[in-house]
Each structure stands twice: as structure tokens, then as C-alpha cells.
């Protein structure tokens, strides 16, 4: 099985040995539950607050924004819960393309008739139209949410986070945006960002799985998802998943360590991918927008449909190679990805996600690609 | 030598076990699929640790594999459970019946139900801390969805009288949920004869990992269904969204696992200890146990010690032996307990009372320390407060 070659990182990353390390002490030594007053306690306690201001620092916020949660879907269904319960939005804007914890979150409350729901038009290219999105926001007549993501997990497109936000400043609206895919992987300046709500799971930049990131800006005051305790400061009760948050401090901060050298090597095997595939396979296209303003980890690629091509997932895998079809939360799914009908309806196509790591290679891809040539 | 501060506080959460690190670690590096990658073999073995460590966890309380939910912790469980039910039963009726004792993942939640327009009868507790079944049994209307009463107080150890609880419900046709967090692992629940139609556990008081916890639901007899709180990806047969914490759960599989072997052997063994703690200390003057001494959790002791103040006594252990007046989660607060308040206990009492909870890892040695420096520390307290 060491012979595998793991192509799902946007699914979820290996913990990086470093940060198991900053982790282990806080398992069976400094275990203490971080509400007891006691030294085990106040060193759990110490721990998080330490947690909280490195995440902080790195995203420049005040720590006082950022909260710990069980991971990005809880970051989201908080936050838009919040948006309709707490902050008066009665308009929800999204598009079709987000995440199933935006989209399902956002159905629920549509049917439970909290809130109107609007999907905003996507360009050719999977990009938002921006001139629709003003339409819609200069159409309501309630305050709106806007949620939309930073990059999407299937075919990488990046949204223009100031650019959005800037229009919902504009219109009053809240801006929400799922940025699971982004934070540990690019860098965040949130104070000079017109945001209200992101996200962070720590299990898609080399962290641990089970815990996430909710950044709540100051200027908006939300009540608690999850009731029953004090953690967090009253916003996220339950005893925190005390190593868990130490981990994913470590990962970020050892992600933005080596920001510039990760994403220059990974950027370098998307683009490599891309020309060795189109030079080895005919007929092939990518989704969205791979070498503009994309996620440097993502590459969504659509083989032309045989009979052969249609098994391509299950033939990639008894090569040892993990790609998926789309996001992993769907993939038991068989009703295909959600994104990919939304921006490429041809049903003459079957298409695979390839997502990097650090860890990958050049060689790899020589010969996935090469594999690749048999499937189609 | 004794290693110090003593650990005394295992009701807050206990260390991992060495055995449950064992078997998480080869997840967080080597085997780190994500659970719902359905097309390779990372996404399967990470889905066979989870499918085995649901058989582990059901094992313990005697459930189907399938009736087990994943969560993040307790809380969330409390609150998936309390709202769940709230919402998918709202055509039934909107009254939940629950106890002023229970842990505040409950009562916030119930609270906050009722700000949703949902009617919460709170049931009074007895000096021991039981609640009246004929109370509870009156308490039920027709628009009463669930009743919510713990398995044991993470207090005061008290063990509530489930399996009335449960046959009550059945009677009445209401369902019945147990925040057991502090029971199970710990003394043997069975989800099937005690009539108990969702239940909520967490790890790491069990020697398993923090940020992981499960909820129990019942799958037959009936057939329970509530409203996700969490959506998203449809995980957990769609009750819970989010990527599994893959490791968390395998550890949290071992830890049920170790509970469910070694349970008669550690509650022997805690029970001995935890009395000779108590009956060493009620051997001091004015000295009482809170909540019921017959039906409770075998290595939980909650004692008052009259005419002591409450800081001062803190403050006296605090450096050689970790302990809490109260539930972690409010013992920042200068509160007194309102667990303790509902028994009846003043609140001069309630301030100068200490639960100790005994964990896998207690010596005896370290009790005769604890009976020690807690005979001292009260004594000193006495001597000073008369000058």
C-alpha cells in the first residue's frame, strides 16, 4: 500500500508528524479540562489561548474573532444560522456551486420559510457574475446574507473576496464565505478584508481532523449555535477538543512557514499535469478556471465519455491511484457532482478531481498520466 | 513518590489511555482518508475504523451499530438530541419534561427551546437528588414529546431511576433521552432494557480522546427520528454532517471497548477506594455526603464540610490535588452549585463542598494522601475561623 499515490488532498490531508508532536503532550500529560481551575486545567486553558493567538496573528484578526468548532461544516451551519437568527437577514444569496454544508444549510432554512433564497449567476468559466450579483443585492428589499466560497472544492475557482465584499458593505448585506479550502493555504489579511464570516477545517492543511475555525468579525455580535457551556467566551459550548485546537495552530503556522515554497512546488504540478494530460489524452478539458484564479491545489479534469472512461475512478484506484469525482462529503452519491452540472452539462464527459499535496510529485504524475492513457 | 497534584477530578475528563493512543496514532499520519472518499482504499480504511469503532461503541450500551451517531462531544450530542427532537415531533407536540439538575448542555438547550415557543417543565429533585417518577409520571401531557433526565449527576455521582423513567415513557408513548455521559464506561448501561430511546456519551470521559462524542438512537420500538442540527455532506445517515474525526473515533472505539472489559473489575476497585476517601473524611466533624450514598456512580464522592471556607479550602488543595467544587464547566464562576442548591443544600454548605471523581489510574496511596491533606486542610480552616 506505500506504492499509493494519494491525488484527494482537497478530500483531506496527512497530519504532518510535526504537528502530531506539538499534539501528543496534551493527550495523556496535560489533559486537564480547560474550564477547571486547577494547574492540569489552566494549562489546557493556556494552551488554546496561545492556539487562538497564533491563529489570530496569522490571519490578523483580534483573537477575540476567532473560535474553535468541531470543523468547517459547523463553522458554516453557525454562521448562516446566525445571519437569519441573530442578525436580521431575510434574503440569502449563494450560487449554486458552494459546498453541501453552505447549500444544505441554506435549503433548510428556504424550507422552513426563515429566509428567500437567490442563486447568483455563474459565468462560462464557473467564475460569479459580478454584474448579477449587484443585481441581486440592489433588488432586495430585506437585508441579505451573501455566502459564497473562497475556492471551490471540486474545480478550484477562487472568488475576489474583497471585491464581494465590498458590494455587500455597499448593500448592508452579511458576507459569509466558506474558506475551508483556503485557510492554510493562502494568506488571509482579515483585518483589511470586508468579511463577516470564514471558515477553516484543520484537516485540509496537514492538521488534525475534528476541529475548524469560525472567525466572527467584531462588529457582528451572534448568539451560540451549540448551548450548554461557557467555552469559547459563551459562543461554542462543550469542553474544547483540546488538541485538536493546539493542532491546527501548529498547521497553520508551519503552512504559512512555507507558503511560498508549497505553493510555488504545487502550482508547478497542476501546471505540469495539465499540459502532460492534454499532450497524452484527446480530447480532454479542464473545469473552471485552472491557470487563472484558481486554487493552486485543485485540478478538475473531464475525459471524454467511453465505455472505457466511465470506470476511469474505479481503474484509477486499482492502480493505486486516489483521485475522486468530486467531493469526498458526495461521493457515496451517485447522482454526480452538483458543480460540475451547474457549469458543464455535457453528458459526454466524465470528469475526476486531482487535488496536491506537498508531498507529491512530478514522477507521480508521469505516471498517472501514463495510466491515464489506458483508461480512456 | 508520589507524582503531584493528584488527579482527582476524572468526572471533568480523564487522561487518554495508553492503548487508545496506540491504536489513533497510525490514523492521524498513515492511514488519514477522509471516511467519505468513496473511491479509494484511504477513504475505505479510514471508513472501516469508523464502522468498527461504532460496533465498539454500540457494544458498550448494547445498541445496533447503526443506531450510533458520531458527533463532536456530548454537548453537541445534547443538543442534536434536544432539538432534533423538538423539530421533527413538532406536529406531536411542543413539552419537554426535564430536571433542574441536569448538566447545562440540557438546560441551556431546553432554554433555549423555549424561546422558540416549546414548553419545559423543569422536575425538582429530592435531598438525594432523585426525581419522583409519580412527579415525572404526571408532569406528561399529551403534547409531551421527550423526557430529558440524565443517567447520573456529574456532580454529585447520583444515579436517577432510569429504567422507570424509560418503562413511563414507553407507557405514554413519549421518548425518552439520557444525557449518560457520566455513566457510561463507567457502570453498565443497556440502552434496551432500560427503554432508552436516545443517549448521549462522550470519550473522554472515558479515557478516549476529547472532541469526539456519540449519540445513541434508537432505531426500533420505536423508530426515532429527528431534524439535523449540523448539514452538509449527509454523514452519520444524515443526522450529523462533517467529516469524521477518523482517529478521535477509532480511540474513542478503544476506549469503549476497555470500559466494557474491564468494568467490573475498575468499579470494584473504585468503589473501595472512593469509601474509604469518604468514610476517612466523614470521620471529621460536620461533614456531609451530597446526593443519594445508594444510587450512585461507583468512584464519585461530593462532601460538604461545614463551617470551612469554600476559597480557602480550594485554595489550601489546589497546588497538591486537582479537584473541583462543581461541574468544569461553570467552576469558573462564583456561583454555588445549583445542583447542590436543588438538593437543598445552603449555600454556605454548597460553597464548601468538593466532588472528588477516581479514575482508572487512582492509588491507594494517593487516596491516604488526599484523606490526609484534606483532614489538615479543614482542620487548619476550623482552627483559624474560630481565633
Redesign the interface.
Known amino acids: ?1 506505500s506504492n ?1 499515490i ?1 491525488f ?1 488532498n482537497a ?7 510535526a504537528v ?1 508532536e506539538a499534539m501528543m503532550p496534551y ?3 496535560k ?3 480547560p ?7 489552566r494549562e489546557s486553558r493556556l494552551a488554546i489561548e496561545n492556539a487562538r493567538k497564533i491563529v489570530a496573528k496569522i490571519l490578523n484578526a483580534h483573537p477575540a474573532e476567532i473560535f474553535f ?6 463553522s ?2 453557525t454562521a448562516i444560522n446566525a445571519a437569519i437568527h441573530d442578525l436580521g437577514c431575510r434574503h440569502i444569496i449563494t450560487s449554486p456551486i458552494e ?3 453552505t447549500s ?2 441554506v ?2 432554512l428556504y424550507r422552513h420559510s426563515e429566509a428567500t433564497l437567490s442563486f447568483v449567476k455563474l459565468l462560462p468559466n464557473g467564475h460569479v457574475d459580478m454584474e448579477d450579483l449587484e443585481r441581486l443585492l440592489a433588488g432586495s428589499t430585506e437585508k441579505c446574507l451573501v455566502t459564497l466560497m473562497h475556492a471551490n472544492n471540486e474545480i478550484g475557482n477562487m472568488l475576489d473576496l474583497h471585491a464581494v465584499g465590498n458590494l455587500c458593505k455597499m448593500y448592508g448585506a452579511i458576507f459569509h464565505s466558506d474558506t475551508v479550502q483556503t485557510v492554510g493555504h493562502f494568506p488571509f489579511d482579515l483585518r483589511n478584508t470586508p468579511v463577516h464570516f470564514i471558515t477553516g ?1 484543520g ?1 485540509k492543511f496537514h492538521g ?4 475548524g475555525l469560525l472567525y466572527i468579525n467584531e462588529n457582528v455580535k451572534i448568539k451560540p ?7 469559547e467566551r459563551n459562543m461554542r ?8 485546537i493546539v493542532g491546527f495552530a501548529k498547521a497553520l503556522e508551519l503552512a504559512t512557514e512555507r507558503y511560498e515554497a508549497d505553493s510555488r512546488y504545487i502550482q508547478e504540478l497542476k501546471v505540469y499535469m495539465m499540459e502532460q494530460v492534454k499532450k497524452a489524452v484527446r480530447g480532454v478539458s479542464f473545469n473552471g478556471d485552472p491557470l487563472g484564479r484558481s486554487l493552486y491545489t485543485v485540478l478538475s479534469v473531464s475525459f471524454p465519455k467511453t465505455e472505457k472512461s466511465e470506470m476511469i ?1 474505479f481503474n ?2 486499482m492502480n ?6 468530486g ?7 451517485d447522482q454526480g457532482s452538483h458543480v460540475i452540472r451547474a457549469i458543464n452539462n455535457n453528458p459526454n464527459q466524465v470528469t475526476v478531481r486531482f487535488s496536491f499535496s506537498k508531498h507529491n510529485t512530478k514522477e507521480e504524475i508521469d505516471f498517472v498520466v501514463e495510466k491515464l492513457k489506458d483508461m480512456i | 513518590m508520589l507524582k503531584l ?1 493528584i ?1 482527582l ?1 476524572h468526572n ?5 489511555d ?1 492503548r487508545v ?1 496506540e491504536v489513533m ?1 497510525p490514523f ?3 492511514q ?3 471516511a ?8 475505505w480504511q479510514a471508513e472501516e475504523a469508523v464502522d468498527y469503532a461504532r460496533e465498539q461503541v454500540a457494544r458498550l450500551i448494547g445498541a445496533e451499530p447503526k443506531e450510533i451517531i458520531f ?6 450530542g ?2 442534536l438530541a434536544i432539538k432534533g427532537v423538538f423539530e421533527m415531533y413538532a406536529g406531536k407536540g411542543n413539552h419537554i419534561i426535564t430536571c433542574v439538575t441536569e ?7 431546553c ?2 427551546i423555549e424561546k422558540l415557543g416549546g414548553e419545559v417543565t423543569y422536575l425538582p429533585v429530592n435531598k438525594e437528588g432523585l426525581i419522583d417518577v409519580q412527579q415525572l409520571e404526571a408532569a406528561i401531557t399529551p403534547r409531551t414529546i421527550l423526557i430529558a433526565i440524565m443517567y447520573a449527576n456529574n456532580e454529585t455521582g447520583t444515579i436517577q431511576p432510569v429504567k422507570a423513567i424509560g418503562a413511563l415513557a414507553k407507557k405514554h408513548n413519549v421518548l425518552f433521552f439520557t444525557d449518560a455521559t457520566q455513566a457510561v464506561g463507567k457502570i453498565p448501561v443497556d440502552v434496551i432494557k432500560d427503554d432508552i430511546d436516545l443517549l448521549t456519551c ?1 470519550a ?1 470521559k472515558m479515557y478516549g ?4 462524542g456519540a449519540l445513541y438512537v434508537r432505531r426500533k420500538n420505536p423508530r426515532v427520528r429527528l431534524t439535523a ?7 452519520e445517515r444524515g443526522m450529523r ?8 473515533i477509532a480511540g474513542f472505539g478503544k476506549a469503549a471497548d476497555i470500559c466494557r472489559q474491564d468494568l467490573q473489575a475498575d468499579t470494584e476497585r473504585m468503589s473501595r477506594l472512593r469509601d474509604k476517601l469518604e468514610n476517612a473524611l466523614l470521620q471529621l466533624d460536620a461533614t456531609f455526603v451530597n446526593g443519594s450514598r445508594t444510587s450512585r456512580l461507583p468512584h464519585v464522592a461530593n462532601i460538604s464540610f461545614n463551617f470551612v471556607n469554600g476559597d480557602g479550602l ?1 485554595m489550601g488543595l ?2 497538591e ?4 467544587s462543581g461541574a ?6 462564583m456561583e454555588p452549585s445549583y445542583v447542590l442548591k436543588a438538593l437543598g443544600v445552603e449555600d454556605d454548605l454548597a460553597h464548601s463542598s468538593l466532588r472528588f471523581s477516581i479514575g482508572r489510574y487512582t492509588t491507594s496511596e494517593e487516596i491516604d494522601f488526599v484523606i490526609e491533606k484534606v483532614t489538615n486542610t479543614v482542620n487548619e480552616l476550623r482552627a483559624m475561623k474560630t481565633i
Open positions: 500500500m499509493r494519494y484527494d478530500a483531506t490531508t496527512p497530519l504532518d508528524p502530531l493527550f495523556t500529560d489533559f486537564g479540562n474550564s477547571a481551575i486547577y494547574s492540569y486545567g468548532t468541531s470543523g468547517g461544516t459547523e458554516s451551519n459546498h453541501h454544508a444544505h444549510t435549503e433548510h477545517a484537516h488534525p481532523k475534528g476541529v449555535y451549540i448551548h450548554g457551556g461557557a467555552q459550548a462543550g469542553t474544547e477538543n483540546l488538541y485538536g475512478l484509477l484506484d493505486n491511484i486516489c483521485a475522486s469525482g467531493s469526498a462529503c458526495t461521493s457515496g452519491a | 497534584p488527579y477530578d471533568a475528563t480523564t487522561p487518554c495508553p493512543m496514532l492521524f499520519t498513515e488519514f482518508g477522509n467519505a472518499s468513496r473511491s479509494h482504499s484511504f477513504g458527533t463532536s462531544g456530548a454537548t453537541e445534547d443538543n448538566h447545562k448542555a440540557v438546560l441551556d438547550t432554554k433555549h462522550s473522554h480522546p476529547k472532541g469526539v442540527q449540523l448539514d452538509g455532506g449527509g454523514h454532517s462533517g467529516t469524521l474525526n477518523v482517529p478521535g480550594m489546589n497546588k490535588v486537582a479537584l473541583s468544569a464547566c461553570t467552576s469558573a464562576s
